[in-house]
């Protein structure tokens, strides 16, 4: 366990040494997690009974927010204070109730968005309506999304698996994949794949918007 503890810890040290986005510090953030989600030592917090079935896409949520805020916010490990362990896991805990509230009111959106609707498709539609005051092209949103210049799509992503990130799933349904295949392709649980989709599609579409000037 010590020497467990004291891998974390250099890791958690060495982060903190390198700038936010910085490949260095996102590297060593991602070994960060990899490593606890792979101890079996993260904790699992208790959801509500009827939100048991989604206790899966509530945990992915939550990751998702930790991995956030230890890439943002590395510099608040103290190690004279806690281990990397307690550390994380009190961060993770603080986490479910706002991972609860988010799947929650996803949830209730959902029944009124088709999972496979993708940004192309909004675009368009918007055009129709009115094309003066919708310049900008499908094709400039999938250019902005392949670009990735604040590097959010691809550090947006399921649990602790990057490949399983929003701009890879955005620009493959693009392509015309579908999310059942793309569940396949990147081994995640169907719901948690659209339910992530359509909710970091929701989240983005603001600053997408404000980039292009829509």
């Not at 986005?21 to 009974?49: F, I, K, N, W, Y």
Request: glycine share 2%; with cysteine; aromatic share 10%.
């Amino acid at each position: 366990m010590c020497d467990f503890d004291e891998q974390l810890k250099k890791l958690a040290l060495n982060a903190q040494r390198h700038p936010l986005g910085t490949v260095e510090r996102r590297q060593l953030v991602e070994q960060l997690l990899r490593l606890l989600s792979h101890s079996d030592q993260l904790v699992h917090p208790p959801v509500p009974a009827q939100l048991q079935g989604s206790y899966e896409e509530i945990y992915n949520i939550a990751l998702q927010r930790l991995f956030q805020y230890l890439y943002e916010k590395i510099e608040h490990y103290k190690p004279e204070r806690a281990g990397v362990l307690q550390w994380v896991n009190y961060l993770l805990k603080i986490r479910f109730p706002d991972a609860i509230k988010e799947l929650t009111n996803d949830q209730k959106k959902n029944q009124l968005v088709r999972e496979n609707l993708v940004i192309k498709h909004k675009l368009e539609r918007k055009q129709r309506e009115n094309t003066e005051n919708y310049p900008v092209t499908a094709q400039d949103i999938i250019d902005y999304i392949k670009q990735d210049p604040q590097d959010v799509f691809r550090l947006t992503y399921i649990g602790n698996n990057a490949e399983a990130n929003f701009r890879f799933i955005a620009l493959k349904l693009v392509e015309g994949y579908k999310l059942d295949e793309l569940a396949i392709m990147l081994d995640v649980n169907h719901n948690t794949l659209r339910s992530f989709y359509n909710r970091s599609r929701r989240k983005f579409a603001s600053e997408i918007r404000k980039n292009l000037e829509i």
